[in-house]
């Protein structure tokens, strides 16, 4: 997926000046990325195939959350207060009303977030210098990647490809606006 909007430079240089930020919102982001999945499984139980890709992949966010929390008391940190963001909640403001519009939405808005995050774990992973951490940022930029087309995979299914096509365009300019209006802060989105 192409994204609209790259990532500019200076929040590469924003996150490597605060890592110990960077990492809590991370954290923060990884378990609200398998509460989304499990959200979708609870909104749509008679989806199968919705429900069962989600469940896997609401687990491997959790182990991604695990992870990362890991890394931060390493770091002598511990997890901070649910903070919402910015980022997601304008994405959410474009969704449709409708039952079907809305699920489409909410799985293609996904989509481009998981494409984001895996844009943004690439110039972090890049920045950093060899090691274990570059490894790790590496290995879940390859996650986004494979996330981001689960959510477009079930939104190809359930719509085909002409409900997707023009949809898709749709939120990822609105998804460039929103990137463009936020402030350089260490924080994934």
């Known amino acids: 997926m192409r994204l609209r909007l ?5 929040w590469t240089e924003a996150v490597l000046a605060d890592f110990d930020a960077f990492l809590l919102d991370h954290a923060a982001n990884e378990r609200k990325a398998s509460a989304s999945a499990l959200a979708l ?7 199968a195939l919705l429900v069962e890709r989600l469940i896997t992949l609401a687990i491997e ?10 890394r931060i008391a390493e770091r002598g940190r511990t997890l901070g207060p649910d903070v919402r963001s910015d980022y997601l909640h304008r994405l959410a403001a474009h969704f449709r009303a409708g ?11 996904a989509a481009v977030v998981e494409a984001r995050g895996c844009e943004r774990f690439g ?9 274990d951490l570059k490894e ?25 490809e ?18 463009a209006s936020l402030p350089v802060r260490p924080a994934l989105y």
């Open 99 to 109: 039952s079907e519009a809305y699920f489409l939405d909410r799985l293609l808005t």
């Open 162 to 179: 002409e409900g997707v096509r023009g949809r898709l365009d749709e939120i990822l300019e609105a998804e460039a606006r929103v990137v």
């Open 136 to 160: 790790f940022y590496r290995d879940l930029a390859r996650s986004e990647v494979r996330h981001q087309g689960l959510y477009r995979e079930l939104a190809l299914a359930y719509f085909g």
């Open 41 to 47: 499984v609870a909104h749509y139980p008679d989806r």
């Open 123 to 131: 110039l972090v992973a890049a920045a950093l210098p060899e090691g």
């Open 6 to 10: 790259a990532t500019s430079p200076a």
């Open 61 to 70: 966010e959790l182990k991604h959350f695990q992870a990362v929390q890991a």
